[in-house]
């Protein structure tokens, strides 16, 4: 492999995000109809065998930070057998895995075992009615279970919460999560609302931002300290309570975009390469795969996509197109 993954804007890629399955069983409002949605034949799904041989090649070229996703990846067998197979490849620095957290009771351990160093698990509500209304499933209390689960093992750390933000159904369960942060050892992060739903119904009068969120936060607690970022491509905007106890993050792709220093590409479960969430075309990688192509044609591929990755997403400009996939279909 010939350097590093570089844009056409300069922006070194560095983040890959895999999707290893569109299925779920969930069927939250902000990313699957309730009914409706045909799955992927599964002949049509990657293998691990293809997907760990795309991030071999990546990782040859600088990718060294991988995110499992789905749809729900652990509704997928043997998850922690392909961990397994990832951390064999030398010049991965970070495994991730993000969860609706239902299967963690069962999984945190092996999952643990097989090299997982790091998890995000979703969760937008704390009460059992709105959690349902949300996501259309009565699991609330299996979510949190996962969540005690994880603790029993500190090499999956930190342990992040992700709570999609929207107005008129977040902003009185704010001061609830934050506690949560103090008492527990989770980072929780708000997500602004993205026009990712597969029912597109979208607004942007439906936006909570992350700067309202803290501005609740705050009033309660006192001003947050900001926590120096890790590197220029963090999307969120850490923050620490002023006494020391718990952390909370702002993920604001809607009100503060992040594009400029996007180091992220996305691979979906059947094998479709995209540079940007609101990408609007693909590069197919699976026909490589099964059509006998060598390595370096697949390199050729992603440096190809890779070049032509958006500068930027225009959800605030009139330029701005939807996306026709939703997030299930792309991969979280």
Partial sequence: MDGQLVDSYGRHIKSMRVSITDRCNFRCRYCMPAEGLPWLPRDEILTYE??????????????????LTGGEPLVRRDVPEFIRMLTAIPDLRSISLTTNGTRLPQLAGPLAAAGLTRINVSLDSLVPHKFFQITRRNALEAVLAGLAALEAYPSIHPIKINAVAMKNFTEDEVLDFAALARRKPYIVRWIEFMPLDADQIWRKEDILSGGEIRAIIEAEYGPLVPIAEAGASETARRYRFADGIGEVGFINPVSEPFCATCDRIRLTAEGGLRTCLFSQTETDLRTLLRGGADDHAIEAAIRGAVLQKELKHYINDKRFVRSTRSMSMIGG
């Avoid at 997907?51 to 071999?56: K, M, Y």
């Fill in 50 to 67: 293809e997907l760990a041989r795309i991030v071999r090649i990546a990782a040859l070229m600088g990718v060294d930070q991988i995110r």
